[in-house]
């Protein structure tokens, strides 16, 4: 089980910590991942992060701005969140995948098994 904490509502150009606790589960061997999601649109890939930590990636409209982390002894992962624009407002879900390799990852929703129930980021313009 995933659970996403940490949203709320910021001024543009602010700064917020979402974070995704995973419980019953050691997501050690996991890909982790943050998707977003706004009304009557598709969840879209933000970031993701291996289960080493060492390879990054981000969607590019983030790129600069955003920080995926993750604390294998706490079993969290974390996406923080600078120099906010009024489009990033939507709702975030954190999301799981086991793979083989310290390098995998995976941008698609549906490659993903795992998912926590989303939390909501809102800048204000």
């Known amino acids: 089980q995933l659970q996403a904490s940490g949203g709320g509502l910021v001024q543009a ?10 419980s019953g589960r050691n ?6 991942a943050w998707f977003r999601q706004t009304p009557g649109k598709e969840r879209d890939f933000v ?4 289960w080493s930590g060492v390879h990054r ?11 995926v982390s993750r604390d294998n002894t706490k079993n969290t992962f974390y996406l ?7 489009e990033d ?9 086991r793979v ?7 941008t698609r929703e549906r490659e993903y098994t795992y998912w926590g129930q989303g939390t909501q980021v809102t800048v204000s313009s």
């Open 100 to 106: 083989s390799y310290s390098s995998e990852y995976y």
């Open 57 to 67: 990636h981000y969607t590019d409209s983030v790129k600069g701005r955003f920080t």
């Open 27 to 32: 997501v050690g061997n996991h890909v982790m």
């Open 89 to 97: 407002t939507a709702v975030y879900y954190c999301a799981a995948r």
């Open 80 to 86: 923080q969140l600078n120099s906010l624009k009024p």
């Open 13 to 22: 150009g602010g700064s917020l910590r979402v974070s995704c606790a995973a």
């Open 47 to 50: 970031a993701a992060i291996s």
